[in-house]
Structures are given as structure tokens and as C-alpha cells.
């Protein structure tokens, strides 16, 4: 389901409900939609967690701040008879920036949240260098294991120009495009190893190429991509984005 879309409205809706603020009227109506309205129920208990989570840690730093103030000769029943007049300060400034956090979490497209929580770079090769041929392609794999996307891609450039249909420079061309956020790029590399029935990487090449056009939000591109690869974490997207 798409929970995108929650509200300032809908923030202050559920604090009053969470608190019982509400008018009898509003409470009817709010508990109606809970009990029509799948996605409206999702989104309330979702926020009613988050809410209750904060309150929770905002009483203990409290507890703990108050003990840690009184003198050492106070026993703890006494300590527990103590009132906190300024939590309920604490809680109402914790739950505003609830909010704003909540706010931006959901604004930002499911698209976009998909591709950050599944998109990690494919591990890469081990770098035996087996034959002084290959000395190259590995002497870029140890900088793209590094994390230097750009210095790999520079050096596998040079070696795709004289081998541009090498489904593994290709491949991984494709993918540290990617990490390098240069999706459309990224695509082209990776269309060319999808389109060779014989590569080996040809299936997580779908699911790359699946993630790069996420990012592009080209959604039904991406959705066709996941749905040729086999990769267990393509499978879990698409139904991600079917839902």
C-alpha cells in the first residue's frame, strides 16, 4: 500500500486522538475511517508507534536526568514520588519534530525510498590477477572495491573501447556508473548485457538495470526489469510497487 502521502492535518489528527483532545463528534468520524480505510489505519498506527516510542525515551532521559539531581540519601520510593512539571514540554517539542521528520520521510517518493533501501554496488570480482592481460580490468576492480567509482571507470573505459561488447566490462561499467550516480549511463551499459542471452551476469544485470531506471523514475521500465530477473530482492520491489 502507499503511505505516502500523510499531512500536517493528519499529524494533529492523531496527537489529538493519541491524547484524547478530540471532540465526540471528531472521534466518531476518525474511528470510522479507521475501520473503513485500510491505508488511513496503516498511516495512524504507524505514527501512534513513532509517537509512543518518543514518549517513552523522552520519560527515561527525564528519570534519568531528575535521579542523577537528587542527593544520595533519597530513597528510590521517594525518588519516584517526585513530578516532572516540564515533560510535558519535552514531549510536545519531541513529537513537532516527529512530525517534521514524518513529513519528510513521506514526501519523498517511493521510488526514491525503494532505490535507497535496496540499491548496495555488486561486490565485484576477487582480484587474482591471473594473466598479465587482465592486469588492467583487475587494477580497476581494486579501485571500484574501494569505492573510487570514478578511478575504476576511467580505467575500464579505455579497455571497452577496444572490447565493446565485453558483458563484463559492461556489467560493471554499468554498476559503478551507478554507485556514481550517472543512471542514464548506468543503463546503457547495462541494456547491452541484458541483450546477451549468453552472459553470465545477464540476470543481475535486470536488476540493475531495474534500479537504475527507479532512480530515473521511469517506474514501468524499472517494474519490466525486475520482472526478467530472478533476484530474490528484484521480486521483493516488484511487489513493492504493485502493492
Avoid: C
Avoid at 95 to 105: G, K, M, P, R, Y
Avoid at 195 to 217: H, I, T, V
Amino acid at each position: 500500500m502507499n503511505n505516502n502521502n500523510i499531512s500536517q492535518e493528519l499529524l494533529e489528527s492523531v496527537e489529538r486522538y493519541y491524547h484524547d483532545t478530540m471532540s465526540r463528534q471528531e472521534r466518531l468520524d476518525f474511528e470510522y475511517r479507521l475501520e473503513n480505510d485500510d491505508v488511513f489505519q496503516t498511516q495512524v498506527e504507524d505514527i501512534q508507534t513513532l509517537i509512543l516510542g518518543i514518549e517513552n525515551q523522552s520519560l527515561k532521559e527525564q528519570l534519568d536526568v531528575f535521579h542523577e539531581g537528587l542527593p544520595e540519601g533519597i530513597s528510590e520510593e521517594k525518588r519516584g514520588s517526585f513530578t516532572f512539571p516540564n515533560l510535558k514540554i519535552y514531549v510536545s517539542a519531541a513529537v513537532i519534530l516527529l512530525a517534521v521528520a514524518l513529513l519528510w520521510v513521506y514526501s519523498v517518493p517511493q521510488n526514491e525510498r525503494l532505490y535507497a533501501d535496496y540499491f548496495s554496488p555488486d561486490p565485484g570480482l576477487p582480484t587474482t590477477m591471473s594473466t598479465s592481460n587482465d592486469y588492467a580490468f583487475y587494477d580497476a576492480m581494486v579501485n571500484y572495491k574501494q569505492g573510487d567509482y570514478e578511478k575504476a571507470i576511467a580505467k575500464w573505459e579505455v579497455l571497452q573501447k577496444n572490447q565493446p561488447e565485453n558483458d563484463t566490462l559492461n556489467y560493471f561499467l554499468g554498476v559503478a556508473q551507478l554507485a556514481n550516480k550517472k543512471e542514464p549511463l548506468a543503463i546503457d551499459y547495462l541494456k547491452s548485457v541484458t541483450k546477451d542471452s549468453q552472459s553470465r551476469f545477464r540476470n543481475e544485470a535486470y536488476y540493475y538495470l531495474g534500479l537504475g531506471y527507479l532512480k530515473a523514475n521511469n517506474v514501468e521500465m524499472a517494474k519490466k526489469n525486475f520482472g526478467d530477473s530472478s533476484e530474490e530482492k528484484a521480486k521483493e520491489i516488484l511487489k513493492k510497487l504493485n502493492d
